[in-house]
């Protein structure tokens, strides 16, 4: 089977969709089908195209869903990915955020094979989808099957676009996120380790809410430390920590996925005080596999993941001293968090990387079969009047 995966962001970047792009390209090459990747590029790697991967168009930063996406404007790429998809032929395109500008919407247009969208975003609105759904819908009209990473995410897609989806999780790589992994010495000295993780400038991240709720934790556990990874500025945060006294915050900065499991492996508990907008959580299902206790906001993204009392401990979000009792009840009742963690190591078995791709599968051949009964909708009109303009 020729697979092609399409992106609309930076491939040069980090970020969800992309990672899980490459760890499904990995894996269908595993299974021996032959795969390209399509997406978005920066001006530092420019466009090019090295056989596997084609980065293409571009990519600027737009504000999207409280963070930043970094995707292409750009019209040039219309007739660029005209050109792509005449000169191969692939059985499946599967696009991930499949209506996002331009470019999976360049490819829905002039795809020929059999299409499958997956949708990540899980938020409460999107002005785009709103103002534009007249277009889009004829491009919804174009996947043979669709694809939500949650039921929060399946939930804001069928909002928009409603028909039928079928949640398919994000995976997890369980040889590298898994019990067992060395911590890092400097972290093992008696003291209670609170580990978050995440780009914690970001506001709906929620971090300024397990800042406040840390002094509550420390009247109860002054030994505790708060190690934050990933990327941001703690600079902005000194002003608080020194009116508080809080010298036990350490900021780790953004750190590659094998350190990243050994801070897991270093960490009493792992918060995530995320405030929404969030659809899944990878970062919940890391600690699982790690055998972290988690706390962690009671978004529905994060309930779709976290079994509340089973598999973690959820709490009320924006809420420092909701998330403050949580954190004190974790590390106080040694039980509870051996409950959490054994049933939480069983429960991401089904996020194991093979399994999603096995599941993903049966959805290309459904995909397929769908695709030789009805054919592909053509949207000739619309790609005439985009040629022209693109000139």
């Known amino acids: 089977m020729r697979i092609l ?4 962001f930076d491939f040069g970047a980090a970020g969800g969709v992309n990672e899980h792009i490459i760890q499904l390209d990995r894996q269908f090459q595993a299974l021996g089908h032959e795969t ?5 590029t920066s001006i530092d790697h420019g466009e090019h195209d090295d056989g596997h991967v084609y980065r293409l168009g571009q990519a600027v930063p737009i504000p999207s869903n409280g963070s930043m996406a970094r995707i292409t404007l750009s019209p040039l790429v219309i007739h660029k990915v005209r050109q792509f998809l005449e000169s191969e032929q692939f059985d499946v395109i599967h696009l991930h955020e499949p209506l996002a500008p331009v470019l999976p919407l360049a490819v829905l247009l002039f795809s020929r094979s059999a299409n499958v969208g997956t949708f990540h975003a899980a938020r ?40 039928d989806y079928e949640i398919v999780p994000n995976g997890i790589n369980l040889e590298q996120f898994r019990a067992g ?20 400038n970001e506001s709906r991240k929620g971090f300024k809410y397990l800042l406040r709720a840390f002094p509550l934790v420390r009247e109860q556990f002054p030994d505790a430390r708060l190690i934050v990874v990933g990327s941001g500025n703690p600079e902005r945060y000194e002003r608080f920590l020194e009116q508080h006294g809080m010298h036990d915050v350490l900021f780790a900065g953004f750190v590659d996925p094998a350190t990243k499991a050994r801070y897991y492996a ?26 972290t206790p988690i706390v962690a906001s009671a978004i529905p993204g994060f309930q779709g993941v976290i079994k509340n009392g089973e598999t973690g401990i959820l709490v ?34 089904q996020y194991d990387w093979a399994r ?15 695709h030789e009964r009805t054919g592909t909708p053509d949207l000739g009109h619309v790609a005439a009047s985009l040629v022209a303009t693109d000139g």
């Open 181 to 200: 992994v060395e911590p890092l010495p400097h972290l093992m000295d008696g003291r209670k380790n609170i580990l978050f993780l995440g780009r914690f």
């Open 316 to 349: 009320e979000p924006k809420d420092e001293h909701s998330l403050a009792v949580g954190l004190v009840r974790a590390l106080a009742d040694t039980q509870l968090r051996e409950r959490i963690t054994t049933n939480a190591l069983e429960e991401v078995r």
């Open 124 to 163: 409460t609105t999107n002005l785009f989808y709103l103002y534009t759904k007249a277009i889009l819908d004829m491009f919804v009209g174009k996947l043979h099957a669709r694809v939500a990473v949650s039921e929060a995410a399946r939930e804001f897609a069928d909002s928009h676009f409603p028909g």
């Open 356 to 370: 999603v791709t096995q599941r993903l599968l049966a959805v290309y051949e459904r995909a397929m079969s769908a």
């Open 36 to 40: 390209r990747i399509l997406a978005a």
């Open 266 to 291: 270093s960490a009493d508990v792992y918060c995530s005080p995320a405030t929404g907008r969030e659809s899944f959580g990878i970062v919940l299902v890391e600690a699982m596999a790690s055998g």
């Open 5 to 8: 995966f399409v992106s609309p």
